[in-house]
């Protein structure tokens, strides 16, 4: 929350391991303040990253990428009190961080190594020529929020991280409650 790690007020939602039944984690969101997060995405994360090029910005998707994929172990026993099998964890965790790979090499490839992108070619308005215009692709201003679904805690928000942050939008997740403890994790 605004840059630092926070804890909700409270006891909170007890979440459950969903084969033992024991707690794994209490979730509880009172006390946070989303006003200051929001203001936090718009005056510290955004400029930072719409003055990152795309190049820049595809490289850090991808030392996050890198950094998740070396940690996926402590991932996968944690996904397993989702009550997910092997092979939902594999395309869930590997699948999310598979994005972020996906989306920098994208970005690296498609994209100048630039903060701008330009869209298309020199578009005549004059009719003798003296007066054209062109598309150019800037970061938006402003924060994305995502509200995710309970059963796909990882991808299901990596796969909405990785165009933001590519495109230089900062972003605020809310991950479901019953699987939020996964979603904290990585």
Known sequence: VAGRWVEGDGT???????VAGEVVANAS????DFRGMLDHARRTGGP???RMTFHQRARMLKAMALYLTERKDSFYALSAATG????DSWVDIDGGIGTFFVYASKGRREFPDE????????EPISKGGTFVGRHICVPMEGVAVFINAFNFP???MMEKLAPALLAGVPAIVKPATLTSYLTESV
């Open 48 to 50: 930072v990253l719409r």
């Open 115 to 122: 903060t701008f992108y330009i869209d298309g070619p020199l």
């Open 154 to 156: 990882v991808w299901g």
């Open 84 to 87: 997910a099998t092997k092979n």
């Open 12 to 18: 909170g939602t007890p979440l459950l391991h969903a």
């Open 29 to 32: 969101s009172d006390g946070l």
